[in-house]
């Protein structure tokens, strides 16, 4: 099928090329950056590249929006398609009635691969799972048909079960990440390598995946020894930032374990 990609960002640079390894043709790529646009075009084969929105005479099968989630009510009410053809955007926190005043006899959905992406690192689709809801059951079908092209776990899932996947992903990928940056900002500081961490990180995640993450909790807090916790507090005295993480989610584990409150006062 012909595919528009309107984004050229994180989630466009890897669903691009894997949807023409699929056997679909990207026709354009739209940014309102055109290079950002060129950049993307020129990694596919005979993609266009455009910072426009009259897409009206160009046959399209499919508009996938992939931009950041402030800017996908914008981008709906400015395209201008051709009628039939389906529009769905790969957001994880936006609901599928963003679409609902459509100017066009469009139908539309959501096709959300529930990954993080970042354009140097490569990622294998076939195991990342795909989220679809769409206005129809004709609808659905078809991204169903298409993300079974890319992945071997695709599921129906609504606008709130969706959000709520999206939260529970923020914490355990984009949390866990900026940790990590605490953790490394903190040895860097003190002339020691993350790389001794690694071991420990790739440990925890195994164990996290092979278990309930709730049973392999380790640690001070769970353990409630407060004369730890005092003494890592009173080293990140002076960094305010690694301070209120440590102490907030100390708080929440001592909590969490039923180990009492106000501990670490």
Not at 20 to 31: D, L, N, Q, R
Not at 130 to 143: D, G, K, P, Q, V
Not at 166 to 190: G, P
Request: charged share 15%; proline share 4%; net charge negative.
């Amino acid at each position: 099928m012909n595919i528009l990609m309107i984004g050229a960002g994180n989630v466009a640079w890897h669903l691009a090329p894997a949807l023409e390894k699929a056997g679909h043709h990207i026709s354009i790529v739209y940014s309102r950056q055109l290079e950002n646009a060129q950049l993307l075009a020129q990694q596919l084969n005979n993609a266009l590249a455009t910072d426009q929105t009259d897409f009206r005479d160009v046959g399209a099968d499919l508009a996938l929006i992939a931009i950041k989630d402030d800017a996908i009510a914008t981008i709906v009410k400015q395209l201008q398609l051709p009628n039939h053809t389906v529009i769905a955007h790969t957001s994880g926190n936006t609901p599928l009635q963003i679409f609902e005043h459509l100017p066009g006899n469009n139908d539309f959905g959501v096709f959300y691969p529930l990954q993080t992406f970042s354009k140097q690192k490569l990622v294998d689709f076939s195991s990342i799972p795909f989220c679809i809801e769409a206005l129809n059951s004709s609808t659905e079908t078809f991204l169903f048909d298409l993300a079974g092209q890319l992945s071997n776990s695709i599921h129906s899932v609504n606008s709130y079960q969706r959000k709520i996947l999206h939260v529970a992903a923020v914490i355990a990928c984009n949390f866990t990440n900026h940790l990590f940056a605490q953790s490394d900002h903190i040895l860097q500081k003190e002339g020691l390598s993350f790389d001794l961490l690694k071991p420990l990180i790739q440990e925890t995640v195994e164990k996290a995946m092979k278990n309930a993450p709730h049973k392999t909790q380790t640690g001070p807090a769970v353990r409630n020894d407060t004369r730890v916790i005092q003494d890592h507090l009173k080293y990140l005295k002076n960094n305010p930032s690694a301070y209120q993480v440590y102490e907030t989610i100390t708080e929440s584990i001592l909590l969490w374990y039923g180990s009492g409150e106000n501990l670490i006062d």
